[in-house]
Protein backbone atom coordinates (compact mmCIF):
# COMPACT_ATOMS: atom_id res chain seq x y z
CA UNK A 1 0.00 0.00 0.00
CA UNK A 2 3.16 1.94 -0.31
CA UNK A 3 0.94 3.62 -3.45
CA UNK A 4 -1.83 4.80 -1.09
CA UNK A 5 0.69 6.66 1.31
CA UNK A 6 2.53 8.40 -1.50
CA UNK A 7 -1.21 9.79 -2.66
CA UNK A 8 -2.22 10.60 0.67
CA UNK A 9 1.24 12.90 0.73
CA UNK A 10 0.44 14.90 -2.49
CA UNK A 11 -2.90 15.24 -1.48
CA UNK A 12 -1.28 16.77 1.63
CA UNK A 13 0.88 18.65 -0.40
CA UNK A 14 -1.39 20.25 -1.86
CA UNK A 15 -3.78 21.15 0.29
CA UNK A 16 -1.27 22.67 2.05
CA UNK A 17 -0.12 24.73 -0.56
CA UNK A 18 -3.20 25.52 -1.35
CA UNK A 19 -3.75 26.54 2.37
CA UNK A 20 -0.53 28.97 1.91
CA UNK A 21 -1.55 30.40 -0.79
CA UNK A 22 -4.53 31.84 1.29
CA UNK A 23 -3.31 33.03 3.85
CA UNK A 24 -0.66 35.10 1.70
CA UNK A 25 -3.53 36.12 -0.27
CA UNK A 26 -5.80 37.49 2.93
CA UNK A 27 -2.61 39.03 4.21
CA UNK A 28 -2.24 40.95 1.63
CA UNK A 29 -5.66 41.81 0.75
CA UNK A 30 -6.29 43.39 4.33
CA UNK A 31 -3.31 45.97 3.87
CA UNK A 32 -4.90 46.71 0.77
CA UNK A 33 -6.99 50.21 0.97
CA UNK A 34 -9.57 51.58 -1.47
CA UNK A 35 -11.95 53.76 -1.04
CA UNK A 36 -15.79 52.84 -0.54
CA UNK A 37 -16.62 52.08 -3.91
CA UNK A 38 -13.29 52.78 -5.52
CA UNK A 39 -12.42 48.74 -6.37
CA UNK A 40 -15.54 49.49 -8.76
CA UNK A 41 -13.35 51.62 -10.60
CA UNK A 42 -9.35 50.43 -9.66
CA UNK A 43 -10.94 46.40 -8.67
CA UNK A 44 -7.35 44.77 -9.28
CA UNK A 45 -8.69 41.85 -12.18
CA UNK A 46 -9.56 45.15 -14.04
CA UNK A 47 -5.90 46.71 -14.00
CA UNK A 48 -4.73 47.51 -17.37
CA UNK A 49 -2.43 44.55 -18.35
CA UNK A 50 1.19 44.81 -19.98
CA UNK A 51 1.16 46.00 -23.65
CA UNK A 52 2.60 44.06 -25.98
CA UNK A 53 6.31 45.63 -25.55
CA UNK A 54 5.90 44.98 -22.07
CA UNK A 55 4.69 41.52 -21.68
CA UNK A 56 6.77 39.76 -24.71
CA UNK A 57 9.91 39.81 -22.57
CA UNK A 58 10.93 37.28 -20.17
CA UNK A 59 7.44 37.77 -18.72
CA UNK A 60 6.05 36.00 -21.23
CA UNK A 61 8.45 32.80 -20.94
CA UNK A 62 7.84 32.62 -17.13
CA UNK A 63 4.16 32.92 -17.31
CA UNK A 64 4.31 29.76 -20.23
CA UNK A 65 6.68 28.05 -17.47
CA UNK A 66 3.86 28.30 -14.74
CA UNK A 67 1.67 27.12 -17.36
CA UNK A 68 4.23 23.96 -18.16
CA UNK A 69 4.12 23.18 -14.52
CA UNK A 70 0.90 22.85 -13.64
CA UNK A 71 0.03 21.03 -16.59
CA UNK A 72 2.69 18.94 -15.68
CA UNK A 73 1.49 18.46 -12.28
CA UNK A 74 -2.18 17.06 -13.48
CA UNK A 75 -0.15 15.09 -16.13
CA UNK A 76 1.43 13.54 -13.53
CA UNK A 77 -1.51 13.34 -10.82
CA UNK A 78 -4.05 11.68 -12.89
CA UNK A 79 -1.53 8.65 -14.10
CA UNK A 80 -0.20 8.22 -10.21
CA UNK A 81 -4.66 8.08 -9.28
CA UNK A 82 -5.02 5.14 -11.84
CA UNK A 83 -1.66 3.48 -10.50
CA UNK A 84 -3.94 3.64 -7.66
CA UNK A 85 -6.52 1.90 -9.21
CA UNK A 86 -5.90 -1.80 -8.61
CA UNK A 87 -5.65 -1.45 -5.20
CA UNK A 88 -8.37 0.39 -4.87
CA UNK A 89 -10.48 -2.07 -6.35
CA UNK A 90 -8.63 -5.35 -4.68
CA UNK A 91 -9.89 -3.45 -1.12
CA UNK A 92 -13.31 -3.01 -2.40
CA UNK A 93 -13.10 -7.14 -3.31
CA UNK A 94 -13.34 -7.16 -7.23
CA UNK A 95 -10.64 -9.88 -7.44
CA UNK A 96 -13.09 -12.28 -5.93
CA UNK A 97 -15.95 -11.09 -8.30
CA UNK A 98 -19.83 -11.63 -7.82
CA UNK A 99 -18.65 -13.56 -5.06
CA UNK A 100 -17.80 -11.42 -2.75
CA UNK A 101 -20.93 -9.82 -2.86
CA UNK A 102 -22.83 -12.81 -2.85
CA UNK A 103 -21.31 -13.55 0.88
CA UNK A 104 -21.35 -9.94 2.08
CA UNK A 105 -25.36 -10.52 1.46
CA UNK A 106 -25.65 -13.99 2.96
CA UNK A 107 -23.63 -12.30 6.19
CA UNK A 108 -26.38 -9.17 5.84
CA UNK A 109 -29.15 -11.77 5.39
CA UNK A 110 -27.98 -14.09 8.74
CA UNK A 111 -28.15 -10.52 10.55
CA UNK A 112 -31.70 -9.49 9.94
CA UNK A 113 -32.60 -13.70 10.45
CA UNK A 114 -31.33 -13.30 14.11
CA UNK A 115 -32.82 -12.05 17.70
CA UNK A 116 -30.23 -9.93 18.81
CA UNK A 117 -26.40 -9.34 17.52
CA UNK A 118 -23.95 -11.81 17.12
CA UNK A 119 -20.67 -12.38 18.41
CA UNK A 120 -18.62 -10.23 17.50
CA UNK A 121 -21.67 -7.74 16.86
CA UNK A 122 -22.14 -6.07 13.88
CA UNK A 123 -24.42 -2.68 14.86
CA UNK A 124 -25.12 -2.14 11.10
CA UNK A 125 -28.12 -4.64 10.16
CA UNK A 126 -31.20 -4.69 12.31
CA UNK A 127 -32.23 -7.82 13.72
CA UNK A 128 -36.22 -8.76 12.79
CA UNK A 129 -35.89 -12.39 14.84
CA UNK A 130 -37.12 -14.66 12.23
CA UNK A 131 -34.82 -17.18 14.41
CA UNK A 132 -37.49 -16.55 17.22
CA UNK A 133 -40.22 -18.70 15.49
CA UNK A 134 -38.35 -20.61 12.56
CA UNK A 135 -35.12 -21.59 15.05
CA UNK A 136 -31.66 -21.26 15.12
CA UNK A 137 -29.98 -21.32 11.49
CA UNK A 138 -33.90 -22.17 10.37
CA UNK A 139 -34.07 -25.61 11.69
CA UNK A 140 -38.19 -25.25 12.21
CA UNK A 141 -39.79 -24.01 15.38
CA UNK A 142 -43.33 -23.04 16.74
CA UNK A 143 -45.22 -19.83 16.81
CA UNK A 144 -47.48 -18.64 19.88
CA UNK A 145 -50.51 -17.41 17.84
CA UNK A 146 -54.06 -16.04 18.88
CA UNK A 147 -56.55 -17.64 16.99
CA UNK A 148 -59.67 -16.01 16.50
CA UNK A 149 -62.61 -18.37 15.67
CA UNK A 150 -63.79 -17.47 12.07
CA UNK A 151 -66.72 -19.84 12.35
CA UNK A 152 -67.44 -18.46 15.57
CA UNK A 153 -66.78 -14.73 15.31
CA UNK A 154 -68.11 -14.33 19.06
CA UNK A 155 -65.64 -16.47 20.99
CA UNK A 156 -63.10 -15.02 22.62
CA UNK A 157 -59.46 -15.28 20.88
CA UNK A 158 -57.22 -18.32 22.50
CA UNK A 159 -53.40 -19.33 22.15
CA UNK A 160 -52.46 -22.15 19.90
CA UNK A 161 -49.12 -22.95 19.43
CA UNK A 162 -48.40 -23.28 15.36
CA UNK A 163 -45.80 -25.05 13.85
CA UNK A 164 -43.34 -23.06 11.82
CA UNK A 165 -41.80 -24.73 9.14
CA UNK A 166 -37.65 -25.39 9.06
CA UNK A 167 -36.45 -23.23 6.46
CA UNK A 168 -33.14 -24.63 5.57
CA UNK A 169 -35.13 -26.45 2.94
CA UNK A 170 -37.03 -23.77 2.00
CA UNK A 171 -34.77 -22.21 -1.20
CA UNK A 172 -35.18 -26.55 -1.91
CA UNK A 173 -38.73 -25.86 -2.42
CA UNK A 174 -39.60 -22.74 -3.39
CA UNK A 175 -38.11 -20.46 -6.50
CA UNK A 176 -35.96 -17.45 -5.29
CA UNK A 177 -39.15 -14.99 -6.09
CA UNK A 178 -41.11 -17.19 -4.48
CA UNK A 179 -39.21 -17.02 -1.38
CA UNK A 180 -39.27 -12.83 -2.00
CA UNK A 181 -43.26 -12.75 -2.47
CA UNK A 182 -43.78 -15.34 0.69
CA UNK A 183 -41.27 -12.68 2.56
CA UNK A 184 -42.90 -9.41 1.48
CA UNK A 185 -46.33 -10.36 2.20
CA UNK A 186 -46.30 -13.16 4.84
CA UNK A 187 -49.12 -15.52 5.20
CA UNK A 188 -52.37 -13.54 5.98
CA UNK A 189 -54.12 -16.11 9.28
CA UNK A 190 -50.66 -17.57 10.28
CA UNK A 191 -48.36 -16.44 12.54
CA UNK A 192 -45.98 -15.24 9.24
CA UNK A 193 -46.16 -11.76 9.48
CA UNK A 194 -45.69 -9.80 6.00
CA UNK A 195 -41.86 -8.75 6.51
CA UNK A 196 -41.80 -6.39 2.85
CA UNK A 197 -42.76 -2.57 2.57
CA UNK A 198 -44.70 -3.20 -0.23
CA UNK A 199 -46.79 -5.87 2.23
CA UNK A 200 -47.13 -3.58 5.19
CA UNK A 201 -43.99 -4.91 6.76
CA UNK A 202 -40.76 -3.08 8.00
CA UNK A 203 -38.13 -4.31 5.28
CA UNK A 204 -37.05 -2.89 2.03
CA UNK A 205 -36.31 -4.78 -1.24
CA UNK A 206 -32.47 -4.79 0.06
CA UNK A 207 -33.18 -6.47 3.33
CA UNK A 208 -35.26 -8.77 1.64
CA UNK A 209 -33.23 -9.65 -1.20
CA UNK A 210 -30.23 -10.01 1.87
CA UNK A 211 -32.66 -12.84 3.36
CA UNK A 212 -33.26 -14.99 -0.05
CA UNK A 213 -29.79 -14.92 -0.16
CA UNK A 214 -29.23 -16.62 3.29
CA UNK A 215 -32.02 -18.67 3.06
CA UNK A 216 -30.04 -19.94 -0.40
CA UNK A 217 -26.78 -20.33 1.27
CA UNK A 218 -28.49 -22.44 4.47
CA UNK A 219 -30.04 -24.76 2.01
CA UNK A 220 -29.39 -28.09 2.68
CA UNK A 221 -28.12 -30.67 0.30
CA UNK A 222 -31.15 -32.10 -1.73
CA UNK A 223 -29.54 -35.44 -2.43
CA UNK A 224 -28.65 -35.74 1.73
CA UNK A 225 -32.55 -34.04 2.25
CA UNK A 226 -34.00 -37.26 -0.01
CA UNK A 227 -32.17 -39.93 1.99
CA UNK A 228 -33.42 -38.48 5.03
CA UNK A 229 -36.88 -38.00 4.08
CA UNK A 230 -36.50 -41.49 2.47
CA UNK A 231 -35.29 -42.89 6.00
CA UNK A 232 -38.14 -41.03 7.78
CA UNK A 233 -41.15 -41.12 6.11
CA UNK A 234 -40.51 -44.46 3.62
CA UNK A 235 -42.48 -44.75 0.74
CA UNK A 236 -46.50 -44.42 3.10
CA UNK A 237 -48.32 -41.63 1.76
CA UNK A 238 -50.40 -40.76 4.65
CA UNK A 239 -47.22 -40.06 6.37
CA UNK A 240 -45.81 -38.16 3.45
CA UNK A 241 -48.71 -36.57 3.43
CA UNK A 242 -48.62 -35.22 7.20
CA UNK A 243 -45.13 -34.31 7.22
CA UNK A 244 -45.11 -32.09 4.33
CA UNK A 245 -48.58 -31.83 2.81
CA UNK A 246 -51.48 -31.42 5.80
CA UNK A 247 -49.80 -28.09 6.81
CA UNK A 248 -51.28 -26.37 3.87
CA UNK A 249 -53.77 -28.35 2.44
CA UNK A 250 -56.06 -30.39 6.30
CA UNK A 251 -57.14 -26.85 8.46
CA UNK A 252 -56.06 -26.69 12.02
CA UNK A 253 -53.26 -29.36 11.13
CA UNK A 254 -50.10 -26.51 11.94
CA UNK A 255 -51.74 -25.85 15.80
CA UNK A 256 -52.72 -29.63 16.49
CA UNK A 257 -56.39 -29.27 15.54
CA UNK A 258 -56.89 -31.02 12.26
CA UNK A 259 -59.76 -30.93 10.14
CA UNK A 260 -60.80 -33.16 7.50
CA UNK A 261 -57.85 -34.73 6.03
CA UNK A 262 -57.32 -33.05 2.60
CA UNK A 263 -60.13 -30.63 3.25
CA UNK A 264 -58.33 -27.30 2.50
CA UNK A 265 -56.61 -24.95 4.71
CA UNK A 266 -53.82 -22.61 2.60
CA UNK A 267 -53.98 -24.75 -0.30
CA UNK A 268 -57.33 -25.30 -1.99
CA UNK A 269 -58.94 -28.82 -0.71
CA UNK A 270 -57.94 -31.89 -2.34
CA UNK A 271 -60.58 -34.18 -0.95
CA UNK A 272 -64.11 -35.66 -2.25
CA UNK A 273 -61.73 -37.22 -5.86
CA UNK A 274 -60.91 -33.33 -6.25
CA UNK A 275 -57.14 -34.15 -7.57
CA UNK A 276 -58.39 -36.94 -10.14
CA UNK A 277 -60.65 -33.87 -11.61
CA UNK A 278 -58.02 -31.36 -11.76
CA UNK A 279 -55.19 -33.91 -13.09
CA UNK A 280 -57.22 -36.78 -15.32
CA UNK A 281 -53.56 -38.35 -16.15
CA UNK A 282 -52.46 -39.09 -12.85
CA UNK A 283 -48.50 -38.01 -14.69
CA UNK A 284 -49.54 -34.86 -14.76
CA UNK A 285 -50.79 -34.49 -11.10
CA UNK A 286 -47.09 -36.31 -10.24
CA UNK A 287 -45.66 -33.51 -12.56
CA UNK A 288 -47.38 -30.71 -10.52
CA UNK A 289 -45.96 -31.61 -6.82
CA UNK A 290 -42.91 -32.80 -8.21
CA UNK A 291 -42.20 -29.11 -10.08
CA UNK A 292 -45.62 -26.91 -9.51
CA UNK A 293 -45.57 -23.96 -12.05
CA UNK A 294 -44.39 -20.88 -12.36
CA UNK A 295 -46.58 -17.92 -10.96
CA UNK A 296 -49.96 -17.93 -13.75
CA UNK A 297 -49.25 -20.81 -15.62
CA UNK A 298 -51.98 -22.82 -16.13
CA UNK A 299 -51.84 -26.46 -14.40
CA UNK A 300 -54.54 -29.73 -14.25
CA UNK A 301 -58.00 -28.78 -16.09
CA UNK A 302 -58.68 -25.69 -14.35
CA UNK A 303 -55.65 -24.48 -11.85
CA UNK A 304 -53.73 -21.04 -12.78
CA UNK A 305 -50.54 -21.07 -10.48
CA UNK A 306 -50.77 -18.60 -7.96
CA UNK A 307 -46.55 -19.96 -7.27
CA UNK A 308 -47.30 -20.40 -4.07
CA UNK A 309 -47.36 -24.12 -3.49
CA UNK A 310 -43.97 -25.78 -2.66
CA UNK A 311 -42.29 -28.19 -5.56
CA UNK A 312 -40.81 -31.32 -3.66
CA UNK A 313 -38.32 -32.77 -6.49
CA UNK A 314 -35.50 -31.78 -4.31
CA UNK A 315 -37.07 -33.16 -0.87
CA UNK A 316 -38.86 -36.56 -1.68
CA UNK A 317 -37.90 -39.21 -4.35
CA UNK A 318 -39.69 -40.45 -7.17
CA UNK A 319 -41.65 -43.16 -5.69
CA UNK A 320 -42.13 -40.83 -2.69
CA UNK A 321 -43.74 -38.14 -4.41
CA UNK A 322 -46.07 -41.49 -6.85
CA UNK A 323 -46.99 -42.46 -2.98
CA UNK A 324 -48.44 -39.46 -2.18
CA UNK A 325 -50.04 -38.76 -5.50
CA UNK A 326 -51.81 -42.44 -4.91
CA UNK A 327 -52.55 -41.21 -1.52
CA UNK A 328 -54.08 -38.08 -2.36
CA UNK A 329 -56.54 -39.51 -5.17
CA UNK A 330 -57.92 -41.25 -2.40
CA UNK A 331 -58.98 -38.62 -0.02
C1 LIG B 1 -44.08 -14.93 14.81
C2 LIG B 1 -43.43 -16.08 14.28
C3 LIG B 1 -42.70 -15.93 12.96
C4 LIG B 1 -41.73 -15.02 12.65
C5 LIG B 1 -41.11 -13.94 13.52
C6 LIG B 1 -41.32 -15.33 11.29
N1 LIG B 1 -42.06 -16.36 10.79
FE1 LIG B 1 -41.89 -17.15 8.94
N2 LIG B 1 -43.46 -18.38 9.31
C7 LIG B 1 -44.08 -18.54 10.54
C8 LIG B 1 -45.08 -19.58 10.44
C9 LIG B 1 -45.95 -20.07 11.56
C10 LIG B 1 -45.06 -20.02 9.11
C11 LIG B 1 -45.97 -21.08 8.49
C12 LIG B 1 -47.26 -20.46 8.09
C13 LIG B 1 -48.20 -21.50 7.55
O1 LIG B 1 -48.61 -22.37 8.33
O2 LIG B 1 -48.53 -21.42 6.35
C14 LIG B 1 -44.03 -19.26 8.43
C15 LIG B 1 -43.69 -19.41 7.11
C16 LIG B 1 -42.54 -18.90 6.53
C17 LIG B 1 -42.06 -19.22 5.20
C18 LIG B 1 -42.71 -20.19 4.24
C19 LIG B 1 -42.13 -21.55 4.48
C20 LIG B 1 -42.89 -22.69 3.89
O3 LIG B 1 -42.29 -23.73 3.69
O4 LIG B 1 -44.09 -22.56 3.64
C21 LIG B 1 -40.89 -18.53 5.02
C22 LIG B 1 -40.00 -18.55 3.80
C23 LIG B 1 -40.66 -17.76 6.22
N3 LIG B 1 -41.68 -18.00 7.11
C24 LIG B 1 -39.57 -16.94 6.42
C25 LIG B 1 -39.43 -16.10 7.53
C26 LIG B 1 -38.40 -15.11 7.65
C27 LIG B 1 -37.25 -14.90 6.69
C28 LIG B 1 -38.63 -14.45 8.82
C29 LIG B 1 -37.86 -13.29 9.40
C30 LIG B 1 -37.82 -12.10 8.60
C31 LIG B 1 -39.79 -15.05 9.42
N4 LIG B 1 -40.26 -16.03 8.61
C32 LIG B 1 -40.31 -14.64 10.62
C33 LIG B 1 -43.79 -17.82 11.69
C34 LIG B 1 -42.90 -16.76 11.78
C1 LIG C 1 -46.97 -24.03 1.59
C2 LIG C 1 -48.26 -24.60 1.43
C3 LIG C 1 -48.41 -25.90 0.64
C4 LIG C 1 -47.81 -27.10 0.87
C5 LIG C 1 -46.81 -27.43 1.97
C6 LIG C 1 -48.32 -28.01 -0.11
N1 LIG C 1 -49.20 -27.38 -0.93
FE1 LIG C 1 -50.21 -28.21 -2.46
N2 LIG C 1 -51.00 -26.41 -2.92
C7 LIG C 1 -50.81 -25.25 -2.21
C8 LIG C 1 -51.52 -24.18 -2.87
C9 LIG C 1 -51.57 -22.76 -2.40
C10 LIG C 1 -52.12 -24.73 -4.01
C11 LIG C 1 -52.96 -24.03 -5.06
C12 LIG C 1 -52.12 -23.80 -6.27
C13 LIG C 1 -51.56 -22.42 -6.37
O1 LIG C 1 -52.00 -21.53 -5.62
O2 LIG C 1 -50.65 -22.20 -7.18
C14 LIG C 1 -51.79 -26.14 -4.00
C15 LIG C 1 -52.25 -27.04 -4.95
C16 LIG C 1 -52.03 -28.40 -4.87
C17 LIG C 1 -52.63 -29.34 -5.78
C18 LIG C 1 -53.59 -29.02 -6.90
C19 LIG C 1 -54.96 -28.88 -6.31
C20 LIG C 1 -55.95 -28.24 -7.23
O3 LIG C 1 -57.13 -28.64 -7.18
O4 LIG C 1 -55.61 -27.30 -7.96
C21 LIG C 1 -52.19 -30.59 -5.40
C22 LIG C 1 -52.52 -31.91 -6.03
C23 LIG C 1 -51.30 -30.38 -4.28
N3 LIG C 1 -51.25 -29.04 -3.97
C24 LIG C 1 -50.61 -31.38 -3.64
C25 LIG C 1 -49.71 -31.21 -2.62
C26 LIG C 1 -48.88 -32.24 -2.07
C27 LIG C 1 -48.85 -33.69 -2.50
C28 LIG C 1 -48.12 -31.66 -1.12
C29 LIG C 1 -47.07 -32.31 -0.22
C30 LIG C 1 -46.08 -33.16 -0.86
C31 LIG C 1 -48.48 -30.25 -1.06
N4 LIG C 1 -49.43 -30.02 -1.99
C32 LIG C 1 -47.93 -29.34 -0.18
C33 LIG C 1 -50.07 -25.10 -1.05
C34 LIG C 1 -49.28 -26.08 -0.51
Given at each position: MIFAATQQSIGLGVVLALTAGWVVYLLSSSKRTFDPGGELVHAPNRKTYFDDEGLETHRLTKYLWWAFATLTISAIGLPLYWLREPFRQQ???????????EDRAVKRGEELFQASPGNPPTPREPHFGCEVCHGVEGVGGVAQFTLADPVNPDALPRPVQWSAPALNTVALRFRPEEITNILVYGRAGTPMPAWGVKGGGPMNDQQISDLV???????????????????????????????????CHTGGFSYGEPGPTGGGAFGPALDGGATARQFPAIEKQVDWVAKTAAYGQLYGVRGVSEGVMPHFENMLTPEQIQAVVDYERTL
Open positions: GAGFDRGTQYFAYLTHIALDPKQVQDDNLAQYGTDGQKIFDGFCAR
